[in-house]
Structures are given as C-alpha cells and as structure tokens.
C-alpha cells in the first residue's frame, strides 16, 4: 500500500508588496500613499511524495521553492488549495508537525553561534522531548554518519561552513524526523563537503526510510540523491518526473573549463565537442556525454596540451528551466 | 499528564539554561554594557543631591535623598535588565529564521520569554553588583525589611511579564512591518516619563499622578522600585490588582494578536 507523506492539491499563495518609485521625491510621496502589487509566488501546484522518496524541488531564485516549504512546514498560511503533510495540515497543527518534521535551511544557522554544537543538540533534545537515553545514542549515530565527532566541543563560530552545515543537517536529524525539508544544504560547500552531506543524507534515508524534500541548485546533489525531480518556476509546477528521464533528456550535456599551461596558437577542436569560448591561455567546451564519455574528452584535452587547471560543470539550471519550456 | 508537566518544565527550563550559557560565553561584553550602569548612577546621585540641596529638604513627596538614590538604582535593573525580544523577533523575520522558531514544538511567546529570562538574570545581577559599591558609598544600605522582600519580588516578577507582554505585542509587529523600532521608542518614552524612569511619580504634577498610577508603564518600573523604598501594604494591594487587570487586558490582546500576525506573516529570503 502507497503511504503518502505529503499531499499537496492546489496549493497557492500570494503576497502584497509594497512598492516605492525611486529617489528622495519617491521616498516622501510613499510617506502618504503606498501602492501594492500583488505577487504570485506559488500559483496552483498539486504533487505527492511518498514514504522514503527523495524528491528533488528545484527551480531557479524567487521560483517559489522556499515558499513551498514554508507552507508545507506551517510557517506560511496558503492563499488557496490544501496540503496535509503526516496527515496535518501545517499552518493549522504546526506544533503536532514539528515533533515530526526536520528543516535545514542552508542560508540560515539555527545552532547557537557562540556555543560548542553539543549544547544546541542538548537544548533540542529536550525541546522535542526525547528521552536522554535514547538521545544518546541517536546522537552517537548522527555523530558517525556525519562524522563530527571532533568538532560538538567546539564553538560554532569556529567551525568552516562545511563543518558548521553537517553540524547543523545532523541537530535537524536528532528528533528522528519522518521528514526533512532540505533547502539548498549545500550551497557554498567545497566538493568534499558535499559529498559527505550526500553521503550522510542518503544513508539516512536508506536506514531510516526517511523522506527527503530537498531543493537545490546544484544539479550534482540532485543526480546523486533524488530520484525524481519537480520543477518550479515562476510559481507553476512544469515539470515531475525522474531524474533519470531529466539526465537522459537534459543533463546530458556537460560544459569543461580548460586552463593550459602554455598559450594556444591555433583554434583547439575536438570530435564531438563544441567550442564556446576560445582565450589565450583557456577553453570552454560543450559536449553531450552520451556521445562522448567525459574522460575521453579529458583524456583528448590532456593529450592536446599541458593544463594547469580542469573544471567539468553542469550546464545551469536556469538553462535546463529554459530548454524545457522550449519543448 | 505529571510526566508531560516534567517534560515542558525541563524543555522552557532548558531553553533558559542555553541562553544563561551563551551569555557566560561573552560575560566581558556583557558586563561591558553594563558598566554604563556606574556612569548613570553617579549622574542621578549628583543631580538629585543637588536638587534636596537647593530644595533644603530632607524629604521630598515623602522619600528622603537615600531612598531616591535606592529607587533609581532598582528602577534601572528594571529597565536595562528587561527581556527585549521583539527585537529579536523583528531579526527572525528579517533574516528568515523563524522559519526555524516558529516551527519547532513549543509556544513561541514562551520560547522567547524563557529564552530572554536567561538574559535578563545576567544583566539584572551585573546591573546590580555594578551598581551597589556606588549606592551603598552615597545612600548606604536600603532599609527595606525582610517581611517585605517577597511582596517586592512578586511585583517585579509580575513587571517583568507585564512588559514582557507589551514588548510581546510590539514583537508580534514585526510580522507584518518587519521592524519594530518606532513602537520600541514610543513605549520606552512613555516609560521614561509615566513609568517613572526619569523621576518618581511622587515628584510628578498633581493633576498629572492619578493617571500615570492607572496607566501601565508605572507597574514595570516605578512600582517595584518604590515598594523597595517605601514599602506600604496598601500600596502593594493596589499596585498588584493593577498589575491583574493590565496582564488580562494585554494577554487577550496578545491571544487575538498571535492568531492574526501567523497569519499575516511573510518570510523574507529565497
């Protein structure tokens, strides 16, 4: 039987905001009359998610992913449609909710900041009434998934972010949530740090069954843990579907940045591969992968010329959001 | 329902402790801030002496320069130790973080009164102590006597949750104007002059004192303040009915108030 996490059917909100011409003359004249422009920022989006699912939400700035969130958590009260997230409608039994649900937002600390983390993870034990014995050893378990144990003594002013955000994503964690909204977790992390927060997260989700919202701009978070993604923009849902058919039909193509050691003296072509930009000393290059693996084309690269420096990305996701409303 | 009553005791509890040690972390900042305490001291103590110097009086409204000295010395424990939460409030929805505090289950005006309590312990003792070595050299020791100490300590904690209910209504704002400020500043003036923070209300008009006594920035400052120099039964009856009627007139306003601003509430950031 299908166990239904979230239910979402017609969800909108939209928010009044104030809006002041520029300048000292715009200044004064907002003094006595102010005029509001209504915005959308999610318009009628209807999903599901299931027990144990790793949803990817993504979409690109001020698309109403946080907004979302914020309903689903109870923060925010919708302007039309309903929600039942475990069964509550957020905004009405946001406090039942909260024994059940964990957040991380990424821009936003909620560890103490001149206290070591283990006092913040104290405070939330008892916060949501976990028993001592049992927050020791959930505790324990969080502390190996995330492997931060060298750093709870520790001030949190002192810690890097990346330190700080497995800190934070493991105090989320502590309450055993049924799910966890993720709202861009990774952001500003080097490569390591991501990947052991990927790492943690998804053997989180496959011991625990715990459901993963997450949403994020970094496609690389998506590909390693979600396997289906809905798209937002712009308020409106335009996309639900795997990850796999999203790969397949736009994460396909890569996008390489090359720096060489030595300048370049004639126009660098490879098979299969597109040259956007040429410098003196750089190249950036467009490939699709199931045409050519990517190391073949680092492989071609190196073999053209001495580099100092290779970066491979994912085109951005403002480009993904664009091709498919092209199609 | 006794093992629920020990959790949400050790939960506000807890908040309380979490808050008491984050202000140990930066204890000289904070007894920085309070070293302001000595300066003001020292210019109520040369302004009022010289004020019953010129007057030639002994006593003025019935208190004599002492209990003046003692009666400003408490009324701004009383202010500057004060639980300043909309403060915090208006930052939460400014930077998005209530996402977090809102979210979490307990009652959110608790969580702030208990988290701001932690606070308020620290800098009301270090007011205090910064305080006392000046007062004792001018005024000596108070003479208040111990049968009335708890009376005192009642009316203080009950101004203490007074304001924290005002300051909770200002908060609250914030929801829908973000920021907090202008409200802020009204109220502390009407402190300032009605609450008795710049004078007692002793020392105010005569047409002016009734209406000062019935409004309700009296009962955060002056009152515990001048119960601790001029301690009368009938005073502390009157001023504790007071006390009553404003906390069950703000707190159905702060009921009401709590339901509409979740609702109204729109969180900054992406």
Known sequence: MRDVVVHVNGLAKTFR???????????????????????TAVSDITFS??????????????????????MLT??????????????????????KLGYHVGSVFGQKPQLWYHLPAEDTFRLFARIYELDMGEFQKRRDFLVESFQIADLLQTPVRKLSLGQRMKCEIAASLLHRPRIIFLDEPTIGLDVVAKQQIRDAIRYLNEQEQTTIFLTSHDAGDIESLCKRVVIINHGRLIYDNSTSALKRQYLRRKIIDVRFAEPLTAPFVLPCVETLKQGTYGVKLEFDGREIPVETVVQQIMAAQSCQDITIADPPLEEIIREIYKK | MLLQLRRTTTKYAAITMTNLQNQLAYVWEALNRAVFIVLIMFVFIQLWTAVYESQGATEIAGLSLAATIWYFLIAEVMELGKIRHDERISEEVKDGSVAYTLTRPYNYLAYHFFNGLGETAVKMTLIFLLGLPLVVYYAGWPTIQPQHALPVLLVAALAMLLDFFVFSIIGLLAFVTEDTFSFRLIYQKLVFIL???????????????????????????????????AFTWAQFWQILALQAIWLTIFGLVLLRQYQWATRQLAVNGG
């Open chain 1, 17 to 39: 905001v104030k809006q002041k011409a520029a300048g000292l003359r715009g200044s004064v004249r907002s003094l006595w009359h102010t005029e509001e422009k209504e915005v």
């Open chain 1, 49 to 70: 998610l299931e027990k144990g699912e790793m949803l990817a939400f993504i979409g690109p700035n001020g698309a109403g992913k946080s907004t979302t969130i914020k």
């Open chain 1, 74 to 95: 109870g923060i925010l009260y919708p302007s039309a449609g309903q929600a039942s997230v475990l069964g509550y409608t957020p905004w009405k039994d946001r406090r």
């Open chain 2, 195 to 229: 609450g008795g923070l710049m004078l007692p209300l002793d020392f105010l008009p005569g047409w002016l004192q009734p209406l000062a006594r019935v409004l309700p920035f009296n009962l955060t400052t002056y009152a515990p303040a001048k119960l601790f120099v």
